[in-house]
Every structure is written in C-alpha cells, then in structure tokens.
C-alpha cells in the first residue's frame, strides 16, 4: 500500500479515538462516570457499537485513555509554554502561570465522582505526570537561582514543593486574575531576601 | 453527693475515654482500622468488653472520636501559639509555622489506610477544623496588612488560600529544618512588594 493510504487511515483511527474519548467525557460528566454505557458511547460518537469494542473493551478504559490523554495535552502545553519564553526568570513565571491556569480550569472535573474514579485508579499514571512536573519545575528553578532570579538559599527540591503545594490553591479560586495573583504571590516567596 | 465526688467520677470517665482511645488509634495504626475488634481494644485499655461497650457502640465510633481529639487538639495548640505571641507579624509567623508542624508531624497516619478511612467519613469534621483554621489565619492576615507586615493589594482571603495550600507541603518534607524553610518561604510570599 501507498504510504499516503496508511497515513489517511491513521488519521481516521485517530478521529474516531477522539470522537469516543470526548463523547464518553461529556456523558461522564453529566451523568456520573458509573452510569455510561458502551451503547450511550457510540451513539454519541456517531459510530456502531461493534466500531467501538473495535478501539476500546470497556468503559472504564475509555475513560483511562481519555484522562491520560488530557494529562498528556496538558504536560505538552507546559513543554509549549517552556520553549516560547526567553530567559530563566520570564521561563519561570510564564510555566508556573500556566500550571496555575491548568489546575484552575481542571478543577470542575476533580471535585466530582469522575475526578474520585479517575484519581483512584489512575494513580500511577498521575504520580508519574507528577514527578514529571516537579523534574520541570525544580529545572527552572535552579536555572533561575543561578541567574539570580532565585534565592539559592534554599534546595531547589523544597522550592519546588513549595511552588506546587501552593499553587494547587488555583483549584479553589474563583477567577483567573486570582490565579495570575496567586501567581505573584508564590513567585515572590522564592525571590532572594533583601537584606 | 457532694461536689467532688461528681468531679472524681467525671474525671475517671475522662481517664477511661482517653485509655479507649489511644489503645484503638495504636491498635488501628498497627494492623490497620478494619482489623481491629472490641475485644483487642477492651484488653488493650485494660477495662472489661462490657464496660467498653458502655462507652462506645462499635470501633468506627471510636476511630471517629479519636479524630476529633486530635483535631480539638490541634486547633487549641494554635490558639494557645496564637495567644501567647505578642503582635500582628510575630502572631502570624509563631501560627503559621505551628500548623505547618502539625501537618508536618500527621503526615504518618495520614498516608495510610487509617488515614484515608478516617477522611473519607470524617470528612464533615474535617471541613469544619479547616474553616475554623482558614478564619484564625485570614483574620492574622488582616491584622498584618494593618500593621503594614503583610501586602494589601491582594484580598486576605486569597492570602489565606495561598498560606495553607503552600504550608500543607510540610506534610511531604522530610525534616523540621525543612518545614521551618517552607515556612521562611511561605512568609516572604505575603510580605509587601518591594519597589
């Protein structure tokens, strides 16, 4: 077969992947992620049932790669956010405001019996995106530190946990421009003391 | 009956309460809180099976009013922090840095089974200590910002979020130094921008 004709069904497996995972998402979200059924999915897909038992065996793990598919796009904007800012300190600022966006905007799902399941058992999967964000973070920080833009009085592994315990407040403020202060506030805790 | 003798009885009750308590939290921490039966607790407290079931119907009661003592505890060592430190800033700091060496110092059951049964149906007792906590801090807050220790450009109830969501990383620090460093770090967030 032509390459071209490869590429074409791939992109068309992946439509349809997509289709499932964002369809299955929004009836979870509605009607609670223990009450879907496959038939409910497919039908909001726009695909038959026997499709869908094509790509996924159940609705448990619809839901897995929907959530490890949302962790993935949201470690990728990081990665985004970290290439496009120019310098330690502006690289700093630019990924822990994004951080803070993402787990302000999150927060609808992780506070409801979707986010109970997802956390229960995705846990791996969401321990190892975590670790991923602290190796990100605690990078910044001691490039930061060097440049002088961070105190280096401090192990840039507590700074680290700090500026994430903290910014995890994002999950419970109303607006963003709260996020982008707790985002001013979390930053100037690790500025070097004046003296 | 006399006075006193009213006071020796409710005071052996107490004696009885507390032997209860510690026996079933020592217990639960050993073989974990779905293990531990009634009679292992009797002999543990060194009291007959009947005289325990006088005090409590069955041990999730008492795992539940074993919580509660730790958390009236916990908020009446801060309030005790909070009234022996003389002003605003010194008030803020001595309290800030008693809870995070409380959060420091649970961390150990709170990782555990013990901990996630006692969450999960404490829960409500729980919101409640933390409102009670995010009140004492908010208002310690206000009183900085008056006195010119704390900015006044963020509202003190964004403060508060941002204080308690940072300090509850003592909870993964592996030493006092470490938490008295996340304190220095949570502190010099709120301070007045320098210009």
Request: one cysteine or more; glycine letters at 6%; aromatic letters at 4%.
């Amino acid at each position: 077969m032509p390459k071209l004709w490869n590429e074409t069904i791939e992109a068309h497996r992946r439509e349809v992947r997509d289709a499932i995972l964002d369809g299955t998402a929004s009836l979870a979200a509605e009607h609670g992620p223990l009450s879907v059924t496959m038939s409910q999915i497919a039908e909001k897909a726009g695909i038959g049932r026997a499709t869908l038992y094509k790509y996924f065996p159940d609705v448990e793990a619809i839901l897995h790669a929907w959530h490890a598919r949302e962790i993935a796009g949201h470690l990728a904007r990081l990665t985004e956010v970290l290439d496009s800012a120019e310098g330690p300190a502006t690289r700093l600022e630019s990924v822990l405001e994004a951080y803070a966006l993402i787990t302000h905007e999150s927060h609808s799902h992780q506070d409801t019996d979707l986010g109970a399941f997802l956390h229960r058992d995705n846990g791996d999967h969401l321990a190892h995106a975590h670790q991923h964000l602290h190796h990100m973070v605690q990078h910044l920080l001691t490039d930061a530190a060097q440049a002088g833009n961070v105190r280096d009085d401090i192990p840039p592994n507590e700074l680290t946990r700090y500026c994430l315990s903290a910014l995890a407040a994002a999950r419970t403020l109303p607006s963003e421009a709260a996020v982008r202060r707790l985002v001013t506030v979390t930053l100037a805790g690790v500025r070097p003391p004046q003296h």
